[in-house]
């Protein structure tokens, strides 16, 4: 299903007069407003093709009605969510979990709905069906040069997956590290997955990019090769400037400080991009924003602070995606909150009086500068994001919006109540 533009304009006539009264009211205390709106309408995030099926757990999953069973059902979902948000242009493949089959076809029915393809994943944690060699032990870091050579073949046939529609970077995740202490020598691994990478980086086209995730655990719950963003920087540097680090919020031990990790990568640019979601314990699945909306704004804040200082565009100049899926929620409705909690840190980061702050700072005065950045984010910029939105021919309140239009009822009507994507 698709949905019309008149059926979102309905709505939004319901709710305008309300609308223009918050807008006003914050609005007018906004310093270079169309500036602010402007950035916020040129701020996309995109969706990745696996979050749209209900997840599960290792324990269960109960499935969701009306999920998408193919691949051109979860491009159809990603049109739902970028007519309603006018954020989400994109879509991050995983293969082979979504094989573009027709690459051409496809890609046209994306551009209908105004998307491209974003990043593409390659994925040796799990093994295929008719696969000759295991990953049980790992993959690029594996001891048998014959494993890594199968999942380096693997990564460059993602690549032109990729290649055929558009894509321009690799996101590569590995699961390799081990799960008891002696199992792996560390060094021999970590030169291993530096090895392999080096082979993949030397298949990439000029214009590509390689994209290098960390995870300090899980599914290994000893070690993980590439474990931490030291390991990620590392390999990156030494494969060269095509290769950068990819911070997935998720993917640090409790406490971490992934502000000052992001701010780092990003004055040696080196941060290739993000994939959002949020935790409370060692989760890296639940919705953006539902648990530390105020660590999303201090991550917010030096990304925006750290852009302006390379002169860098805040749209275009890292890849910005989602990587959560969920067992209980309507995962459209999950991926809309998780979009607009993205649009909120991001507008309260361009709030934030960076004049101010730096004087603040440079004058020690802490207490000024911790008023200055909560000035900021406790500044409600709902209506803001809502305009930026109404004015891109979207909804002002995706998610209700969603629920007024009965998506996903229609949804269970084309494809079933029990349907299963495909993925995790
Ligand atoms: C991993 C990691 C990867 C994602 C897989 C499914 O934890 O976040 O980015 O592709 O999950
Ligand atoms: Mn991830
Ligand atoms: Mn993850």
């Not at 990953?135 to 690029?140: I, N, T």
């Not at 090769?225 to 590392?234: H, K, R, V």
């Not at 929620?329 to 730096?358: H, R, T």
């Amino acid at each position: 299903m698709q949905i019309e533009k008149h059926q979102i304009d309905e709505i939004n006539h319901q709710h305008l007069a309300k609308h223009r009264r918050k807008f006003e009211f914050v609005a007018v205390d906004i310093a270079k407003l169309d500036e602010v709106l402007q950035k916020i309408s040129a701020f996309n995030i995109a969706i990745p093709s696996w979050a749209l099926g209900t997840g599960g757990t290792r324990f269960g999953r109960f499935s969701g009605g009306g999920e998408p069973r193919n691949l051109e059902e979860k491009i159809e979902d990603v049109g739902i969510i970028h007519a309603l948000n006018k954020s989400s242009n994109s879509i991050s493949l995983h293969i082979p979990w979504d094989i573009p089959e027709n690459a051409t076809s496809i890609k046209a029915q994306a551009a209908q709905l105004g998307l491209h393809f974003d990043a593409v994943n390659s994925n040796t944690f799990q093994d295929q069906p008719n696969q000759k060699l295991s990953y049980k032990y790992g993959s690029l870091h594996h001891v048998d040069k014959a494993v890594r050579r199968q999942a380096v073949e693997h990564n460059i046939e993602v690549i032109k997956y990729g290649v055929q529609l558009d894509s321009k970077a690799l996101s590569v995740w590995l699961s390799d590290g081990s799960n008891f202490p002696g199992q792996l020598n560390f060094r021999k691994a970590f030169q291993n997955t530096l090895e392999s990478l080096h082979e993949i980086y030397d298949a990439l086209p000029d214009d590509w990019k390689i994209w290098i995730e960390y995870k300090p655990y899980e599914p290994n719950f000893y070690s993980t090769t590439i474990g931490d963003w030291g390991q990620s920087y590392l390999l990156a540097t030494k494969l060269g400037a095509k290769a950068s680090t990819l911070v997935d919020l998720g993917h640090h031990l409790q406490g971490a400080n992934i502000e000052q990790i992001v701010s780092i990568l990003l004055m040696e640019g080196k941060l290739a991009g993000f994939h959002f979601n949020d935790s409370k314990y060692g989760d890296d699945d639940l919705t953006v924003g539902s648990i530390n909306p105020y660590q999303l704004f201090l991550i917010f804040n030096e990304l925006v602070e750290g852009m302006d200082a390379r002169g860098m565009n805040h749209a275009t100049g890292i890849g910005w995606m989602i990587d959560a899926s969920h067992n209980v929620k309507d995962p459209i409705e999950d991926l809309l909150q998780s979009v607009q909690a993205i649009k909120i840190a991001y507008a309260q980061a361009l709030l934030v009086d960076k004049n101010a702050l730096l004087s603040a700072q440079n004058s020690n005065d802490v207490t000024l500068a911790q008023e200055i950045l909560q000035t900021a984010y406790r500044t409600d910029v709902r209506p803001l994001i809502a305009e930026a939105c109404l004015v891109a021919g979207g909804a002002l309140d995706p998610v209700a919006t969603y629920r007024r239009l009965n998506v996903r009822a229609n949804l269970i009507k084309e494809r079933g109540s029990k349907t299963v994507a495909t993925g995790l």
